[in-house]
């Protein structure tokens, strides 16, 4: 059973970068995962940020929504089980909830859809971001 927990949201001014965490147990070495971040802001649909497919517990192919691209980079480290999402030059709109998730049976194609539709087997409970201009 694959847990994942965030980490790391606080609060920052416009200008300024976060590093959120995602804790991962439960992957199997032979699987392939997709491993993708949401957010949603109150009031507001929740959108994908960025996906990534893990094969054999390495990092294969990354991608990012347009509204984060150059800004927000994932990165992973085996030694922690961590997932983490580096997020610099934060805007006011980038506030909103932070969701790590996780899906099995994973292709880069499933990946890419899976970060449009949020169908994703398993999900973090979320870490808040907040960022004022």
């Known amino acids: 059973q694959v847990q994942l927990a965030e980490s790391g949201g606080g609060s920052v001014q416009a200008g300024g970068s976060l590093r959120l965490s995602c804790a991962a147990s439960?992957?199997?070495?032979?699987?392939?995962?997709?491993v993708d971040w949401f957010r949603q802001a109150p009031g507001k649909e929740r959108e994908g940020v960025a996906t990534?497919?893990?094969?054999?517990?390495?990092?294969?192919?990354?991608t990012y929504a347009d509204s984060v691209k150059g800004r927000f980079t994932l990165s992973k480290d085996n030694a922690k089980d961590s997932l983490y999402l580096q997020m610099d030059s934060l805007k006011p709109e980038d506030t909103a909830m932070y969701y790590c998730?996780?899906?099995?049976?994973?292709?880069?194609?499933?990946?890419?859809?899976?970060?449009?539709?949020?169908?994703?087997?398993?999900w973090g409970q979320g870490t808040l971001v907040t960022i004022s201009s």
């Open positions: 990534s497919i893990i094969r054999d517990l390495t990092d294969g192919s990354t």
């Open positions: 998730a996780a899906s099995t049976g994973a292709s880069w194609n499933r990946c890419r859809a899976a970060l449009q539709s949020g169908t994703m087997d398993y």
């Open positions: 439960g992957f199997v070495y032979s699987a392939t995962y997709c």
